[in-house]
């Protein structure tokens, strides 16, 4: 599956939109704080990502929340990095323009009703929740990260083959004060 979606990647032609995107990040030990990335979108006419969260060493979770900019259905679509894919189920998920998604890449069953759980997004956030599958089993921890300084990419292809999402993003290295 990876050798084809690189494949795809590299004969896929958009154009780069540039946004700076809020991420949630909990470090072991210290305070949750949000940091930037700097973000370039290939596909800029489908779903534009709202927030993503990285915390799933601390808080069990790792998800990226995604708005749909037109009508689709996610079902049957894999989202991952230039090195791993997820796939998010047969079933149907469909989203209207306007409607969000959060699609949670790592999923820590012990802490269900904690603040960043699936049940809690889906109640007090009214969020359609997702949990993508694995498709490398001896894989663990999340996906969606990188170093200050250091680029990685966010993809999600439909069950047609078609991109509705990539994503080339940085960390901003916050300002002293």
């Not at 946004?19 to 979108?41: H, N």
């Not at 290939?42 to 990502?49: F, H, P």
């Not at 790592?106 to 009214?126: F, Q, Y």
Request: hydrophobic share 35%; proline share 3%; charged share 35%.
């Amino acid at each position: 599956m990876n050798i084809c979606a690189n494949r795809f990647l590299h004969s896929a032609t958009q154009v780069s939109i540039a946004d700076v995107l809020t991420v949630s990040i909990t470090p072991r030990g210290e305070a949750p704080r949000q940091e930037k990335w700097a973000a370039f979108y290939r596909v800029a006419d489908r779903v534009k990502v709202l927030e993503a969260s990285l915390d799933d060493k601390e808080t069990g979770f790792e998800y990226l929340d995604l708005t749909a900019i037109t009508p689709l259905n996610l079902g049957g679509s894999y989202i991952g990095d230039t090195k791993e894919m997820m796939f998010l189920g047969e079933r149907d998920i469909k989203l209207q323009a306007g409607e969000t998604v959060r699609i949670y890449t790592v999923v820590d069953k012990t802490r269900k009703g904690e603040k960043k759980s699936p049940e809690r997004a889906e109640k007090e956030l009214n969020r359609k929740v997702v949990e993508a599958e694995r498709i490398k089993k001896e894989k663990k921890g999340g996906i969606f990260k990188t170093d200050v300084g250091e680029g990685d990419r966010i993809v999600l292809i439909d069950r047609e083959k078609r991109m509705i999402l990539d994503l080339d993003y940085w960390w901003l290295k916050p300002l002293a004060p």
